[in-house]
Every structure is written in structure tokens, then in C-alpha cells.
């Protein structure tokens, strides 16, 4: 157990970054988390580069508010387009969910075919080919990305299931599977929750969770031992930018458990945080 | 003509109200326009009504700035959860999509049974059921709702007419079918592009454009007559919150005509212009 008792900052667009959350709460059962989701703002997988950025930046502020000793960026989006300013202005640790989950991929991947799926802005990015190219020690890898814009407001809509999402999600993974992927990396922390429909149209297609990654490297990071037994209920202070029926409707879904009311705070609050630091 | 020079403003959360504007200008090919679309925080209809508050305050405070004369507020959510507050605090006509769409609803249905699809946040805002009952001069009118949060990313990935896009839509409407609606209010801005699929499962149902309607209420608002003859290509001054990839893609389809780039004016910019009002 960590004798620094500060808690772990996670930030995200919204709600997703709750399915990064739920991983961090396993692995460390004994740290305290501060989580803040940009809901006055979600989603940012269709911004620009340069205003995702800047959200990303007055997220992070707001977190070291709360004398954080670790931010986790909670987001694909916010990881593939933010987290190399935020490094450079931080004191602190930042850890993204891109490059824990190419690694991953480049550990698992048997043929060396590895698909991603992200939100528009995440593949345009190129960040994961970026990061599978750093873990690769050489090693020629084949990445075959796709964006899956429909797939966030379809488990926004509970569609988790149903035939729509089946056609969509066929249309989707085509041409990946015709590129022979054996590994696919699910590059949105809303897409765990499409597992089910997913592994069952990639059947032996190993499907890496970006959380869950990000988790054992953010365990890694602060040299906690791995948990062993029963945990205790975890301590979160939860942070929204606006109160919207999605995070109501879906929190305790992302996290795997009952989810407090959160606490808002106000864009002008995200803002000024920013511009005094 | 107006001998009024000053343009008309126009503002959404972001692309949709192009779908306005489209109709705006063929109604109106004299007048010029200024538009703005909130793409840095897009989209309203997920978000609470408080936030659209704030946000369509600030779009329609940057409007006057530009000495409109008038402010369309070319998005639904925004109508459904703002007009009020907007119309209280400018001196200007302000016309939203909704009351001109209901009242049109109310006059073409001939079974009275009317149905509705927008966003969550405009039907949990009831505002149709309200505008339909102050158009109905004391007649009943059986109006059925649904939200449809999947058409706008649907038209957003420009799947117009897909499979899954149809599987989509027969789940959405079947309630309405079921209720035997013969005139449909489609009240969100992105709906229009998909009214050859709405219409091919709806046959014999009237579709309301509330674009179209509100529209026809400026014109009458500012004394114009009915446009004659061949149009001048229309004189448009456009405003973005941010450069996003939808906008870019997209906008010309929504407004049915080749479009500028934008400019794009930061957020800092439209809260100041708020706060100094």
C-alpha cells in the first residue's frame, strides 16, 4: 500500500472514463479517486484537435486542485490528442489509456494484425499506430483502424444489444476482418460495454480493454502490490460539468457499482482553475 | 424588401441549423445572414437544461453584437429550453422551430393524432405537446412523442439511407405507427436529410420540416413578400465555436448549397460578449 495518502485524478469527456475508473478501483483498492467528467461538453471524439486540448488542459488543472499525485486520462480522445502537453506541464504522473493498450496488443497478437476502433478524432490522430510502432522493438505490425462514431450514442441508448447494433457493429468490423485481426484493441471507454456483440462477431479475436490497461500501468506506476482478498468500498468524489440524463441513466453501468450523485462544478470555475495556474 | 439593412441571426449548437438557414434563404434571398454554430460544445440535446440556457444566452448575445435585427434560433433543444429567457432579454423578434412546426402540425393532421421525434432533451421538454396545445383553439390533439438520439449521429456518419439506418428508424417509429399518427413533426434540425427513408416507412404521413416553418414566421415577422423569380446568391457571414471535421463534411448538404469556410470565434469570446451585456 502507497504511504501517499493524495488521491489519483481521472478525468474523461463524460461518463466513459467510469469504465477506466472501474479497473483503477479494482487494482487499487486503497487509493482515493477524484473524478471529473466533462459532461457541459461531451463527447470530444468530434472536436479539434486544439479544443480538446485546451478541455483536457482545464480538466487536468481542476484535478491538481485537489492535490492529486496521479492524473489518469480517462479518455482515447483527450490520451491521443492532449497527453503529451499535459506531461510537459505536470509535476505529476500522467498516464493515458493509448499506449498501455498497444502494448498490450503488441504482446498478444499472434499474426501481427491488430484492428482499432476509436472515435473520429482518436483515428485520425494516429496515436495508436504511433504507440503499437514504439512497442513493437522492430517488429513489423500490421494496424487496420476504423472509427465508430455510432457506437458511443449507441450505448448511451442502452442499445447494448439489440439488432441495430448487431448491423452496425457488422458494418463496422468488415473490413477488419477481412484484414485477418486477431487482436482488437476497443480505443473508447464506452465500448467495453459492447464486448458481448463484439467478441461474438469476432469469434478468437482476442479484444483488449484500454482500461483495464491503463489500470495495471497506473498500479505499476505508484509500485502498489497487486490486491489480494476483499476490498473495501472504494472512496470517490465524483465531479460532472453538468448534470444530463446520460450520466444518471448510465454511471453506475460504466463503474460496475451503485455511483453517488455528483457534484457539479461550472465551466466559468473549469476555466478560471486553468488560468490561475 | 425590407428597408431594414441590418442581417438576420441565426445560431444552433452546430450543423443542424444550416437545415434552417436553407430555408431561410430561399425564402428571404435579399436579406443577409449571420450564423453561428456552437461546434466547440455540440451537441445541446444531451446536455441539461440549465447548460442550453447559458450557451444559447452567450450564441444569441454574439449575434447582437452583429446588429441583427432578428434571431432565428435554428435548433430545437435550444427553442425547447431557451426561447423564453431569450426573448424576455432581447428587443429583437426571436423565433424558434417549434411553435411554427406545431402550429402547422395542427393544421395539416386530420386524424388529430400528431407525432413528434427530437433529441431526449427536447421531448422531456414537452415544449411541442405545450405549443400544440396553444394551437389548437380548444380541440384535442393526440400527440405522441419519442426521442430518437441515434438520428443525428446516423446523419452526422452520412448514413442516409443504410440498412441499419432503416432498423434504426422502423424501432423508433413503430410506436407512433402503432398510434396512428398521419402527420410527424420531425423537431430536430438533422431529420430532414433523412426523410426519404422517414417517409418510405411512414406512407401517407405528412412530415413537417420545422425548418420550412420557421422560416415562413420570419418572413411574415419582417413584412417580406413571397419571393418571386431567380434568387441572388445569398450574402452569409459564418461563425463556429470550433473547426470540427462534421462541420466541414457536412455543411454544405445541410445547406443545400456550397459553403465558406467558417470563422471560427472562441469560447472565451462568446462568454465575454455574454458577460459585458
Known sequence: MSTDHRPIGV??????GLSV???LVRLLPHERFVYLGDTARVPYGNKSPETVRLYSAQCAAFLLTHDVKMIVVACNTASALALD????????????????????AVRRTRNKHIGVIGTRATIASDSYNRSIELASQGNTYFVHSRPCPLF????????LDTPSTRVIAEEYLKPLIANKIDTLVLGCTHYPLLEPVLQSLL??????????????????????????????TPEI????????????ML?????GMPVEEPVRVSLDTLASTQANR
Do not use: M, N
Open 11 to 16: 478525468f474523461d469527456s463524460g461518463i466513459g
Open 21 to 23: 475508473l472501474k479497473h
Open 85 to 104: 502537453t499535459l506531461r510537459t506541464s505536470a509535476s505529476i504522473p500522467v498516464i493515458g489509456v493509448i499506449e498501455p493498450a498497444a502494448r498490450e
Open 152 to 159: 458511443v450514442p449507441l450505448v448511451e441508448e442502452g442499445w
Open 203 to 232: 469469434a478468437g479475436v482476442e479484444l483488449i480493454d484500454c482500461g483495464a490497461c491503463a489500470a495495471e500501468d497506473a498500479r505499476i506506476a505508484l509500485g502498489a502490490e497487486q490486491h489480494q482478498g476483499v476490498s473495501p
Open 237 to 248: 468524489s465524483l465531479y460532472v460539468t453538468d448534470h444530463t440524463p446520460a450520466f444518471t
Open 251 to 255: 454511471a453506475s453501468q460504466f463503474l
